[in-house]
């Protein structure tokens, strides 16, 4: 029976034992409801949890359990030969024995007595859309028999488990039903603990992106030297030689880092400025109106995909500042040579630096916006203009605010992608000319990982270790940034 | 001496009857503080113009296309030259239709079938997938060999930009695309009526080509929609539990206190991390397919869960207490509050958080591109374990295209997108607007 089919089934006993479990309590309720410690639905949910939870429960501990024995029972068959070979060749061979599996399940009786007489196994099993490798030895084909025998027999086990199960859990939560019987409580509980489930996923992902990380980057230092790869100032990763597990490239971190932090600075440049002047404009002069129409508007900006601002880098921005930069040397020198190059550090801060905006204005809004009117009213009283109200009165009460703002902002720049794959270059090199083409760690991450992947090359799985070096970068930024603003915080009230 | 002293005096009385402290120099501050603002607000507003009008400008022209219609002879010799279709079907697949459709608009032209060069540049005004369109046509109706039906075939990409005025005919032959002999085919075959833009389905209906004329987003935007089903299905009922344990019923403690600066740290986290999760767990790991749109639906499902816990933990902060009082009061137990009463007043506020996010999740490309929906997919997937791609996948891949006609197809594509999070916005926007409540 399919899992599909198998989940239906539990799903209609469970139907069922919730009408008969409501049906049961109104009947022991004899017409007044107040006879029923509680109301008649949760009596059927209960018989329903029952029916279906431990189920499922069954259905996936066995899903679990039962491919792991059958792997070890098969292997466990493999001839000695086999056995002492390495582990790499009894994969292959377990492998081809699922193949097989596959194909003799699809096969007719004739072709699979063909195959028992002797006849071309690969051939046959070409014909049903299996491929096989190499022509498999006759233990294969004994094992790969044993392997459909085992595969049909767990299926078979499992769902009458699983009926019993659902059908047992069913009759037994309907038996228990009584007029004082606690139903409530008991659904409930239930309902907490799958709340507390639910809430723990927040948990399970964090040890999840640590844990994948980690065990990734450390099979790399095995293969690559730490301070290599954190002190290393040559980029040069080579092709991922097939086979090869030796390390043929260099794998430094040091220009990758600096071409990050060089485009994110360049991009704050832009960003911090005209993001806190709009926030100060929005917050202490603009009209209710403007504000109501300036501000969605604005953060627009922040709601547009980054691989539209990327390709607005590529086509637009990119070689209008080469063009530009051609008629400025032309003017200056008589020599149309451009000095900017379509894609650089310029333009892929300028562009990210137009996206974080919102970010900068919005955030530091809300904090300006905070500071109590009394503040305001003391400085503009004792005869102070509103810009210097601003700039002696409210900025430094905001000032924590504000630099925490501006540091979630830097963690986002940080970690942008697709603005600086298309618009910021691929080459890693160290230099400090904004108007060359730099690269990042985020582009290097795409770059390692796209196309064909082994994930024994450290060509490959330097990427992880970028990935985690990222991590835990904007992880301490956005940590200290909640700590500054906890920290510094004014007590207004 | 008193004469010494009071002189000055007198004087400064007499000259400055207002001490000057500088007040039109900090008036000129002040204004030009207040500039710099409203100079800011203009800036950003001013590239956000820039930006949608860049895009729109290069766009718009995607939605036509060029097609040339003209009666198309299905000659036996050139399909089927032995008469086998009845017994090797596969015949039909394989003939030669590029020559049909050259041939057809040769003898339009008025070009002479022996001159080889003429012909070959014929043949470069037509799309190479005219191949399969009139493929299609035969095996679909056989009975058209022998006869002459009117097809509107495809124009080629560059014969589309020539005709859209996008490439500049000032430039010596050589150094572009289209030659002055095809620039006056095409003209005469615009005056005739033959040639001419149509508005382009294709772009809605077909999937990634290497041509740009054929390429379309049908595809990816079905990948889109797999994930973003698998998103809602599973982010909205975990997050709005996980939103509800930890505002209703969460003791203060170490636990959920870790759970909280979690949350708030995963919100934070570059979404291209998100992407190495998804391929070392759910690919290396779990052993799901590559390409997969379940893969991505994972991915971008984690994405947005700190989204919607946090937007769905405003809005049951937003539910006064006096509601919960009123039903404890009542006698309703903790889970009927918050399940009867509080969820539901609540809900506009998921929901609104629930659509940002989503639309979010939408435009995201970074952790697609590592979880391999970098390919090329031309069919559409039949379902979401099948290789598919994704909406902003496909527009990064066109971008990476160097043809003029892929700038257009890409901006098209972008204008796509962009619709689809302006109406989801759109959609936030109203459904606050008509539910929320103030209380």
Same mark, same amino acid.
């Given at each position: !029976?399919?899992?599909?089919? &198998?989940?239906l089934?539990?799903a209609?006993i469970?139907?069922?034992?919730?009408?008969?479990?409501?049906?049961r309590?109104?009947?022991?309720a004899? @017409?007044?409801s107040?006879n029923l410690?509680s109301?008649?639905g949760?009596?059927g949910a209960?018989?329903?949890?029952?029916a279906?939870?431990p189920?499922?429960l069954?259905m996936v501990?066995w899903?679990i359990?039962a491919p792991?024995?059958?792997n070890?029972?098969?292997r466990?068959?493999?001839?000695a030969?086999v056995?002492?070979?390495?582990a790499?060749?009894?994969n292959?061979?377990?492998?081809?024995?699922?193949?097989? $599996?596959?194909g003799?399940?699809l096969?007719t009786?004739?072709?699979?007595a $063909?195959?028992? #007489?002797?006849?071309?196994?690969?051939?046959i099993l070409?014909?049903?859309?299996v491929?096989?490798a190499?022509q498999p030895?006759?233990?294969m084909?004994?094992?790969?028999?044993?392997l459909?025998?085992?595969?049909?027999t767990s299926?078979?086990?499992?769902s009458?488990a699983?009926?019993?199960?659902? =059908?047992?859990?069913?009759?037994?939560a309907?038996?228990?039903?009584?007029?004082r019987?606690r #139903?409530?409580?008991?659904v409930?509980?239930?309902?907490?603990?799958?709340?507390?489930?639910a809430?723990?996923i927040?948990i399970f992902t964090?040890?999840g992106i640590?844990?994948?990380m980690a065990?990734?980057?450390?099979?790399?230092?095995? !293969?690559? +030297?730490?301070?290599e790869?954190?002190?290393?100032t =040559?980029?040069?990763?080579r092709?991922?030689a097939?086979?090869s597990?030796?390390?043929s490239g260099?794998f430094?971190l040091?220009?990758l880092?600096l071409?990050t932090l060089y485009i994110?600075?360049?991009?704050?440049?832009? #960003?911090?400025?005209?993001?806190?002047? $709009?926030a100060i404009?929005?917050?202490?002069?603009a009209?209710s109106?403007f504000?109501?129409?300036?501000?969605?508007?604005l953060?627009?900006?922040? @709601?547009?995909p980054?691989?539209?601002?990327?390709?607005f880098a590529?086509?637009?921005?990119g070689p209008?500042?080469?063009?530009?930069s051609a008629q !400025?040397?032309?003017l200056?020198?008589?020599?149309y040579q451009?000095?900017i190059?379509?894609?650089?550090?310029l333009?892929a801060?300028?562009? !990210?630096g137009?996206m974080?905006? +919102?970010?900068?204005?919005s955030?530091?809004?809300d904090?300006?916006?905070?500071?109590p009117?009394s503040?305001?009213?003391?400085?503009?009283?004792?005869?102070?203009?509103?810009?210097?109200?601003i700039k002696?009165?409210?900025?430094?009460a905001? &000032?924590?605010?504000i630099?925490g703002?501006?540091l979630?902002?830097a963690s986002r720049a940080?970690?942008?992608?697709m603005?600086?794959?298309?618009a910021?270059?691929v080459a #890693?090199r160290?230099?400090l000319?904004?108007?060359e083409?730099?690269?990042?760690v985020?582009v290097?991450?795409?770059n390692?990982l796209t196309?064909?992947l082994?994930?024994?090359?450290?060509q490959?799985?330097?990427?992880?270790? &970028? @990935?985690?070096?990222?991590?835990?970068?904007?992880?301490c930024?956005?940590?200290?940034?909640l700590?500054i603003?906890?920290?510094?915080?004014?007590q207004?009230? | 001496m008193?004469?010494?002293?009071?002189?000055?005096?007198?004087?400064?009385r007499?000259?400055t009857p207002?001490?000057?402290?500088g /007040?039109?120099?900090? %008036?000129?501050?002040?204004?030009?503080?207040?500039a710099?603002?409203l100079?800011?607000?203009t800036?950003g507003l001013?590239?956000?113009?820039?930006l949608v009008?860049?895009?729109?400008s290069?766009?718009y022209?995607?939605?036509e296309?060029t097609?040339i219609?003209?009666p198309v002879?299905?000659?036996?010799?050139?399909?089927d030259?032995?008469?086998?279709r009845?017994?090797?079907?596969q015949?039909?697949?394989t003939?030669?239709?590029?020559?049909?459709a050259?041939?057809a608009?040769?003898?339009?032209?008025?070009?002479?079938?022996?001159?080889?060069?003429?012909?070959?540049?014929?043949?470069?005004?037509?799309?190479?997938?005219?191949?399969?369109?009139?493929?299609?046509?035969?095996v679909n109706?056989p009975s058209?060999i022998?006869?002459t039906?009117p097809?509107?075939?495809? *124009?080629h990409g560059?014969?589309?930009?020539? %005709?859209?005025?996008?490439?500049d005919?000032?430039?010596?032959?050589?150094n572009?695309?289209v030659?002055?002999?095809?620039?006056?085919?095409?003209?005469?075959? *615009?005056?005739s009526?033959?040639? *001419?833009?149509h508005?382009?389905?294709g772009?809605?209906?077909n999937?990634?080509?290497?041509?740009p004329e054929?390429?379309g987003?049908?595809v990816?935007?079905?990948g889109s929609?797999?994930?973003?089903?698998?998103?809602?299905?599973?982010?909205?009922?975990i997050?709005?539990?996980?939103? /509800? %344990?930890?505002?209703?019923?969460?003791?203060?403690n170490r636990?959920?206190d870790l759970i909280e600066?979690?949350?708030n740290?995963?919100?934070?986290?570059?979404?291209?991390?998100y992407?190495?999760?998804g391929?070392?767990?759910?690919?290396?790991f779990a052993g799901?397919?590559?390409?997969?749109?379940?893969?991505g639906?994972l991915?971008?499902?984690?994405?947005t869960?700190?989204t919607i816990?946090? *937007?769905?933990?405003?809005a049951?902060?937003?539910?006064p207490?006096s509601?919960?009082?009123?039903?404890?009061?009542?006698?309703?137990s903790?889970?009927?509050t918050?399940f009867h009463?509080?969820?539901?007043?609540?809900?506009p506020?998921i929901l609104?958080?629930?659509i940002i996010?989503?639309?979010?999740?939408?435009g995201?490309?970074?952790p697609?591109?590592?979880?391999g929906?970098?390919a090329?997919?031309a069919d559409?997937?039949?379902?979401?374990?099948a290789p598919?791609?994704a909406?902003?996948?496909?527009? %990064?891949?066109?971008?990476?295209?160097?043809?003029r006609?892929?700038?257009?197809?890409t901006?098209?594509?972008i204008i796509i997108?962009?619709?689809?999070?302006?109406?989801m916005?759109?959609?936030a926007?109203?459904?606050?607007?008509r539910?929320?409540?103030?209380w």
């Amino acid at each position: !029976m399919s899992t599909s089919l &198998l989940l239906l089934l539990v799903a209609i006993i469970g139907v069922i034992g919730y009408v008969a479990g409501s049906r049961r309590a109104s009947v022991l309720a004899n @017409g007044k409801s107040s006879n029923l410690h509680s109301r008649p639905g949760y009596y059927g949910a209960y018989v329903g949890i029952w029916a279906t939870l431990p189920a499922i429960l069954v259905m996936v501990v066995w899903n679990i359990a039962a491919p792991t024995y059958i792997n070890s029972t098969v292997r466990g068959e493999f001839p000695a030969e086999v056995q002492a070979e390495s582990a790499a060749t009894q994969n292959l061979a377990y492998g081809m024995i699922g193949a097989i $599996a596959r194909g003799l399940n699809l096969a007719t009786p004739e072709e699979v007595a $063909a195959i028992d #007489a002797g006849g071309d196994v690969r051939a046959i099993l070409a014909g049903k859309g299996v491929p096989l490798a190499d022509q498999p030895q006759p233990y294969m084909i004994a094992a790969a028999k044993h392997l459909n025998e085992m595969n049909a027999t767990s299926a078979m086990l499992l769902s009458v488990a699983v009926l019993l199960v659902a =059908v047992g859990g069913a009759l037994l939560a309907y038996r228990s039903i009584a007029a004082r019987f606690r #139903a409530r409580n008991r659904v409930e509980s239930v309902i907490l603990v799958s709340l507390i489930v639910a809430s723990s996923i927040a948990i399970f992902t964090t040890v999840g992106i640590v844990f994948s990380m980690a065990s990734e980057a450390i099979h790399f230092f095995t !293969m690559v +030297p730490a301070h290599e790869f954190f002190f290393g100032t =040559v980029w040069d990763p080579r092709f991922a030689a097939a086979g090869s597990g030796g390390t043929s490239g260099q794998f430094g971190l040091i220009p990758l880092l600096l071409g990050t932090l060089y485009i994110g600075a360049v991009a704050m440049l832009f #960003a911090v400025p005209i993001g806190l002047f $709009a926030a100060i404009y929005m917050a202490e002069y603009a009209g209710s109106k403007f504000r109501s129409l300036a501000k969605p508007l604005l953060e627009v900006l922040a @709601g547009i995909p980054t691989i539209v601002y990327g390709f607005f880098a590529l086509v637009t921005v990119g070689p209008f500042f080469r063009d530009l930069s051609a008629q !400025m040397a032309g003017l200056a020198t008589g020599n149309y040579q451009s000095f900017i190059q379509a894609q650089s550090v310029l333009t892929a801060g300028f562009v !990210m630096g137009i996206m974080l905006i +919102p970010y900068v204005s919005s955030l530091s809004d809300d904090i300006i916006t905070a500071v109590p009117r009394s503040l305001r009213d003391g400085s503009l009283g004792l005869g102070a203009t509103r810009s210097e109200t601003i700039k002696k009165v409210i900025l430094p009460a905001a &000032l924590p605010g504000i630099v925490g703002a501006i540091l979630m902002t830097a963690s986002r720049a940080i970690g942008e992608t697709m603005i600086v794959v298309l618009a910021a270059g691929v080459a #890693a090199r160290m230099q400090l000319n904004p108007f060359e083409p730099m690269t990042t760690v985020t582009v290097k991450i795409v770059n390692q990982l796209t196309g064909d992947l082994e994930f024994t090359s450290p060509q490959t799985l330097v990427a992880f270790a &970028l @990935g985690i070096t990222l991590f835990v970068i904007t992880l301490c930024l956005n940590i200290y940034a909640l700590f500054i603003v906890r920290k510094y915080r004014e007590q207004y009230e | 001496m008193s004469q010494v002293i009071s002189a000055p005096a007198a004087t400064a009385r007499a000259a400055t009857p207002r001490r000057d402290i500088g /007040i039109k120099r900090r %008036y000129a501050a002040e204004r030009r503080f207040r500039a710099y603002g409203l100079a800011a607000i203009t800036f950003g507003l001013l590239f956000l113009f820039l930006l949608v009008s860049s895009v729109v400008s290069k766009g718009y022209t995607a939605f036509e296309q060029t097609m040339i219609t003209i009666p198309v002879e299905f000659t036996e010799s050139a399909i089927d030259k032995d008469n086998e279709r009845a017994t090797n079907p596969q015949k039909l697949m394989t003939a030669n239709y590029p020559v049909v459709a050259r041939n057809a608009l040769a003898k339009v032209l008025g070009v002479d079938p022996n001159d080889r060069a003429s012909m070959r540049a014929v043949g470069g005004m037509l799309s190479d997938s005219v191949r399969t369109q009139l493929r299609n046509i035969v095996v679909n109706n056989p009975s058209v060999i022998g006869t002459t039906q009117p097809v509107s075939l495809l *124009a080629h990409g560059d014969i589309d930009s020539a %005709y859209k005025g996008q490439i500049d005919l000032s430039v010596p032959e050589t150094n572009r695309k289209v030659s002055d002999k095809q620039v006056g085919w095409m003209n005469q075959l *615009a005056e005739s009526g033959a040639l *001419a833009g149509h508005f382009n389905t294709g772009i809605f209906l077909n999937g990634a080509s290497s041509r740009p004329e054929a390429a379309g987003v049908g595809v990816a935007f079905i990948g889109s929609l797999y994930m973003m089903l698998i998103v809602l299905v599973l982010s909205l009922p975990i997050g709005v539990a996980a939103s /509800i %344990y930890l505002e209703e019923f969460a003791p203060k403690n170490r636990f959920t206190d870790l759970i909280e600066v979690n949350i708030n740290n995963l919100a934070a986290v570059p979404s291209i991390v998100y992407g190495l999760l998804g391929l070392a767990v759910f690919i290396n790991f779990a052993g799901l397919p590559r390409s997969a749109a379940l893969v991505g639906g994972l991915v971008l499902t984690l994405m947005t869960l700190p989204t919607i816990i946090i *937007a769905t933990r405003a809005a049951l902060k937003a539910v006064p207490p006096s509601i919960r009082a009123a039903a404890l009061g009542l006698g309703a137990s903790k889970m009927q509050t918050v399940f009867h009463h509080v969820l539901p007043l609540a809900m506009p506020g998921i929901l609104t958080g629930t659509i940002i996010g989503l639309a979010h999740a939408l435009g995201e490309t970074a952790p697609l591109l590592l979880i391999g929906m970098v390919a090329f997919v031309a069919d559409f997937p039949g379902s979401p374990l099948a290789p598919s791609t994704a909406l902003p996948v496909q527009i %990064y891949m066109w971008a990476n295209e160097a043809e003029r006609a892929f700038v257009e197809r890409t901006s098209g594509a972008i204008i796509i997108l962009l619709i689809f999070l302006v109406l989801m916005n759109l959609g936030a926007i109203l459904l606050r607007r008509r539910f929320e409540r103030r209380w």
